[in-house]
């Protein structure tokens, strides 16, 4: 990236740092660090002094998409450049960013129920420990005199704020992660949900609240202001400040949800949600759920109460016990053939550990980052483990084809890649695919050992 000369792109200002490319995207794409957000604060303001736009460089060719910085007050931010949708042959030469960029302008400009780009995640898995309460009710009027009609609806498709903290949560949790059966693992919703609680505990909302102590897993706490969670929030009341709004987070588990209802497993009302219900974007919605929702709550304009739901991101999970994270119901039914494999190898080879991990963040390798949908990692007896990535290819719209064409490449560096379709998984064919994974699984293995077979009472020497 670099900064160029507003309305004469090809005259060059500064060049931008790998670094300073990175923290721009991981800002926009609500992942940053606060190192992250630091850096790209300085680089918009850097630009707006110079009067200048930042040329985005993630084409492979050509004229590449343009960033105005903007400032409100004392608030900075970028607004991305595209032609003009009344006139398209107006600023024809402004091209949208590449799909995997995540400034990328969605040209749906409806709201935003879907997380589009959820299979990029492009950017590092934040270290920070903060995260965000809602902002305070504005109370004052926009100034109108603005120019700028799209800021309402530019952000639309930057990724959800509260998926990326539900993400945080599981990461930490470990919930993406299915143990090798010799570690007996156990899976019940209430020590996942406690796991989940544990992961809390080390994300702060405030200074002196963490996220654990803001947060609820019972849906029926929604109604009841004599619930403990609802009287920590109001003890809570002192300690926020000006700028934020007193919030409260609940983590419930819900067999279905709606664009703008969640209906908890744990209570039998729904809760209604102001704002939107957002979810991943891939698969039939029909068998999306069951899902793990996070949603955040005030207390109504004047801060008084009753609870009142705001907004919401409906993670699709494999089933209740497990909380295991998938995003379509042809994920669920890949990963239910990887636990069937789980189980079948640790019965046919009791010293080959098979660790399920569904990666919630995009992981880095030398030609950038890319977010497999399965890794198994697999590790016999004293040998180093190996990973190998397994790809369920379910919808295939265009805009999923071409986001995964770019990122395969990519995923080649982080191990051999087996590919699922939906047609492997149909009735006639789904033991003959059951076999072929299971036989790559241990070719796979063999081959990172080096020994060729040998014998047939142990499948692995
Ligand atoms: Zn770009």
Known sequence: ??????????????????????????????????????????????????????????????????????????????????????????????????????????????????????????????????????????????????????????????????????????DRAGTNVIPPLQDHPEFALGGQLSRMRSAARELRVLRTWTLNALLSTWGADYWDPASRWQRLLWTSRPDWPENLRRTGFMLVFSKSVSAQTIMPASSSRNIDVLGKVRQPLRGDPALRGPFLTLLN?????????????????????????????????????????????????????????IKIIKPLFALDTPIGV?????????????????NLIVEAFGMETDEYREAKERTLPRMKHLGPIFGIFPKDLAEAKAADTAKRLQDWVIDQVRQARNTPPTSDDDILT
């Open 1 to 170: 990236m670099r900064i160029v000369v507003r309305n004469s792109p090809a005259h060059p200002l500064a060049d931008l740092s790998d670094r300073e490319a990175t923290a721009l995207r991981a800002w926009y794409g609500n992942a940053a660090s606060k190192e992250d957000e630091a850096i790209a604060l300085s680089v918009i303001k850097r630009s707006k002094v110079m009067d200048g736009w930042i040329e985005c460089d993630c084409l492979a060719a050509g004229l590449q998409p343009l960033l105005a910085p903007i400032q409100q007050e004392r608030t900075f931010t970028l607004r991305r450049l595209t032609p003009k949708e009344a006139d398209p042959h107006r600023h024809e030469e402004r091209p949208n960013h590449a799909q995997t960029c995540p400034f990328h302008v969605d040209k749906d400009a409806a709201p935003a129920l879907f997380d589009r780009r959820y299979q990029i995640r492009p950017l590092p898995k934040p270290k920070r420990s903060y995260i965000d309460a809602l902002p305070a009710i504005p109370n004052r009027l926009a100034d109108l005199s603005d120019d700028d009609p799209t800021r309402s609806r530019e952000r639309n498709d930057r990724p959800s704020r509260l998926g990326g903290i539900l993400w945080r949560m599981l």
């Open 370 to 386: 890319c977010r497999p949908d399965f890794i198994l990692e697999a590790s016999y007896r004293r040998s180093p483990p190996v």
């Open 297 to 353: 709550v005030d207390f109504q304009e004047d801060d008084e109460g009753p609870v009142r739901a705001i907004q919401a991101y409906a993670q699709p999970v494999y089933n209740g016990d497990t909380l295991f994270p998938v995003e379509s119901g042809f994920e669920r039914d890949v990963s239910h053939l990887l636990f069937w494999l789980q189980q079948a190898l640790f019965d046919a080879a009791p010293d080959l550990r």
